[in-house]
């Protein structure tokens, strides 16, 4: 795990982090935005799948001491930080911190590749509409539309488009959104 920590420290992400504007916790014994995220990203680092399997950090003393906390968030804790990701405020974060990823790199040249997929989906999924769906016929989908920078293979624009929607839908302003991503 020492290894693991000095990923998100030589890269920086902690400070954009801290410097985003998430709003402070409001009692003394609440957790910040960046311990939130830093201890969640070990969770998933650790093998957890649910929120209930972050618990596991908050009896890890080892792991606690290896990221310079004096204790770590309930899973209760990550549902509501994460409830607070509304449209709005997923939009301007993850574009936000797309710019700043992009920044970082030093690009002369890249090859964007541009794709979509069809995903089924079962049960009541926000936005699934029955649609052009190869495999199951008949059954909601999304129909996502992705951007990828292939000369570092790395996710650049990520659109989520219900099932119903065409190929070629928003293929003008996708673009023009990802360049302005990759723009200096």
């Not at 972050?54 to 906390?69: C, P």
């Not at 794709?115 to 649609?131: E, I, L, M, P």
């Amino acid at each position: 795990m020492l290894l693991m920590k000095r990923f998100p420290d030589r890269t920086g992400i902690n400070g954009f982090i801290s410097s985003y504007g998430f709003e402070e916790p409001g009692s003394n014994s609440g957790y910040g935005a960046l311990q939130v995220m830093q201890s969640f990203w070990v969770s998933l680092w650790i093998g957890a799948g649910r929120f209930s399997h972050t618990s596991i950090l908050q009896h890890d003393r080892a792991l606690q001491k290896i990221f310079g906390w004096t204790r770590s968030p309930s899973k209760d804790t990550y549902r509501r930080f994460f409830q607070k990701f509304d449209m709005e405020l997923s939009s301007d974060f993850f574009h936000s911190l797309s710019h700043w990823f992009f920044s970082q790199l030093v690009l002369d040249h890249y090859t964007l590749d541009v794709d979509s997929s069809v995903w089924t989906r079962y049960g009541s999924r926000q936005g699934a509409k029955k649609g052009y769906n190869p495999k199951k016929r008949g059954r909601p989908s999304h129909h996502p539309l992705m951007a990828f920078v292939s000369d570092i293979k790395m996710v650049c624009n990520f659109w989520l488009r219900p099932g119903n929607t065409s190929s070629a839908n928003n293929i003008i302003a996708f673009p023009e959104e990802t360049f302005s991503i990759l723009r200096q």
